[in-house]
Each structure stands twice: as C-alpha cells, then as structure tokens.
C-alpha cells in the first residue's frame, strides 16, 4: 500500500491518474473474489485525493472519471467521487450532453440514481434538463434498457416490470408538465415508452401466457385426483352407515386434511392461471397485477402438490403398512423427491416475483449513503468562507 501511495503521489498528469482510477474501479467492481474490497477502497480513496490535488482551471479533473464510472455502473466510484468532490456531479456531462443522473437512467443504474436523488444542488434542473434530441430524463426512462441489463430479469414479463418501475419513478420525479413535451420527434415520453418496449410487451405476453397454461394442465391434473380420492376413501366404507372404515386411525385424518387442503389449493391455482389467460395484457397489468396473480397461482400449486403427495403418503401407510412404523421412511423419503424437485425449479421463480413486485428498488439508500457527501459539501463551503 505504501509502493502505491508513493507511486500516486508522484504523478501529476492528469490522463495517467484517470487511468489508474479505471483500474482501481475495475478492481473494486469486477475483482471483489481475487481482492479483498475494503481495500481497493481505500486505494481508490488515494487516487481520487491525489486527482483532488490537480490545479486544471478550465475543467473539473473528476469530469471525466466520473462520466466514465457512471456509463459502466460503478456506484462505489461515483460516491467516492463526489465525496471528494460535489462539482463533478453537477458539471459533469459526455459528448452526447448527459450528465451523471440521466447516464444512471440510461443505464438503469438504481445505486446512482438513489445516490443523487436528494443531493443534487441542481434538482430542478435535473428535472428539467433535456439532451441534444430534446429528451427530457422521462423520455430517457422510457427508451428500452440495454440488453445487459434487460438479462439480470426472468423472463420477459419480469423485464417489463421492471421498465414500468423505472418509468414511474422517474415520472414521480420530473415536473408534471414533463410528462406531455414532446422531444424532437414529437413524441411524449408515453409514446417512446410504447414504441421501444412494443416487442418486449409481446415477449411477456407470450412468456405469460406460456407459463399460466403449463401449469393451468398440472392444477387441473391435480384436480381431479385429489377429488377422485376424496370420494374413494382409502379402505373403503361401512356398507350400513356409509362412513369410512378407517375413520378412527391418525393416518386417515392426515388424509382427510392434505387432500382438501389439495383440492382448495390446485382449484385456486385452476383459477388463478385462467384469469391470467384471459387478461387484457395491458402495459400496466405488468407492473402488480400479472405478477401478483402469477405467485398466487404457482405458490398455490405448490401446496396443491406438496398436500396431494402428503395424502397419498397417508394411504400407502394407511392401507399396506399394517403397524409397520418403519415404513414411514421409505414412504417420505419417495414422497419427498418430486416435491424437492417441484420447489427448486419453481421457487427461484417465486422468489424473483415476490421480491420485483413488493421490494422497491428506490430509496433504500437514500437517507444513508447521501450523509457524507453532504457533510463534505459543508465543509466546502466554510473553507471558502474563512479563505475570504
């Protein structure tokens, strides 16, 4: 560490230090298993205070790191940045005019847009702002993400969501009034949100679609043979009284329970996915709506499939293990592998719609990570001040 600070103090151009902070950034962002990250860190750290210490009057020297950390989503590096300095958040631009906070929507970066949400002393020029195309940063979240991005979602459906979360919170951001300016090309941002996710709205349509119908045919399988059980008990019935003969023993009431609990569950998964089918497949069902019912009606078949297989369990015991309680392991042990099988292919899936629909993505940083840059910002300030 002590070769570094040495060799970073000894230089004083201003490309060769912008290259070692793109060395450093790679190292933080794309090494974190071969080094540890607390200390590219601090490197990093050292890199932006020896730039910190460059006298160039006619350009801010984090101009340019800074535009080329954000075009590649490197949140760590941008903080440190504007740590070190609150001009290069404000100046900063790329040849085409974006500054930082309209790259992270570009880029669909969430860590920088929460990063800059409150700090900007430009806020309502933020929300103003308009790139050489006339774009405001509505229009800019209405284009389609990049593919590299686009891919970190499940399925199509998913990426949508996505999107539609993007684009409502830039909207929630910007002026009312910039919702309806049009850009060059006379469109709104609702028209370029619509024309450059029009295939993407296809892909999740089909991708819905597709799914809701392969396992509408398992709730339905499942359907009808817990439904056929139920009225087959196992053992069979007293002929006079018409009740089961195993009524009394523990195995049958496990029966009874899991092949209900089955039946209500794959009917609601039945349902569910014929509700899916039979959707609009609106632009804004993909934001809560076809998500929502989506987990319902596979977290329903889930429990469908877990409780029929409990119940036939239940009937295997109850009919051929005549007080054998040793065959219960072999029994669960059977049972139990196409449940596993059902929760590892699925639940990943679960997961994914659970979290993308009810876990925000915006604002979880933003009273947190924002601290000091403002302190230093403070600090700035009454430098300037006393230096008068």
């Known amino acids: 560490m002590a070769c570094i600070v040495l060799f970073i103090s000894m230089l004083r151009h201003f490309d060769r230090l912008f290259h070692i902070l793109l060395l450093v950034f790679s190292l933080v962002e794309g090494r974190k298993d071969t080094m540890d990250l607390n200390e590219a860190r601090r490197v990093l750290g050292l890199v932006c205070i020896e730039i910190g210490k460059l006298e160039n009057a006619s350009s801010d020297p984090f101009s340019r790191p800074i535009i080329e950390a954000a075009c590649q989503n490197a949140y760590h590096v941008v903080r440190e940045i504007l740590y070190h300095s609150s001009r290069a958040g404000l100046q900063s631009t790329d040849k085409n005019g974006h500054d930082i906070i309209q ?19 430009r806020r309502n020029v933020y929300r103003t702002c308009k790139d050489s195309c006339g ?5 800019l979240a209405g284009k ?6 686009l891919n970190r979602r499940t399925g199509a459906a998913l990426q949508l969501q996505r999107e539609l979360q993007w684009f409502q919170e830039v909207e929630k951001f910007v002026f009312p009034s910039c919702t309806t300016q049009e850009n060059i090309d006379k469109e709104t941002p609702y028209k370029v949100f619509t024309r450059e996710h029009k295939d993407l709205l296809k892909e999740g349509e089909q991708w819905m679609k597709t799914t809701a119908e392969s396992c509408s045919i398992t709730a339905a399988l499942i359907v009808t043979i817990v439904f056929a059980a139920a009225i087959t008990v196992p053992g069979g019935s007293n002929q006079e009284k018409g009740t089961p003969l195993f009524k009394s023993k523990v195995a049958f009431i496990i029966f009874a329970i899991a092949d209900a609990i089955s039946l209500f569950a794959s009917s609601t998964a039945l349902l569910v ?8 497949f609106a632009e804004k069902d993909f934001l809560v709506s076809l998500p929502r019912r989506l987990f319902i009606g596979i977290f329903s078949l889930l429990l469908s499939t877990i409780t029929m297989m409990v119940a036939f369990s239940a009937t295997l015991f109850l009919v051929f293990c005549d007080n054998k309680p040793w065959m219960l392991a072999p029994i669960c042990g059977l049972a139990f592998i196409p449940i596993a099988f059902f929760v590892s292919l699925q639940f990943p899936l679960m997961v994914d719609l659970l979290r993308s629909t009810y876990s925000s993505i915006f604002g979880a940083q933003r009273e947190s990570t924002n601290l000091r840059i403002l302190v230093n910002r403070i600090l700035e300030k009454l430098g300037v001040w006393f230096a008068r």
Do not use: C
């Open 135 to 139: 774009n405001n940063i509505l229009h």
């Open 103 to 121: 790259l992270a929507i570009i880029n669909r970066s969430e860590k920088i847009y929460n990063l800059l949400y409150d700090i900007g002393e």
């Open 144 to 149: 389609l993400a990049p593919s590299s991005v």
């Open 273 to 280: 996915f014929l509700s899916i089918l039979t959707t609009r």
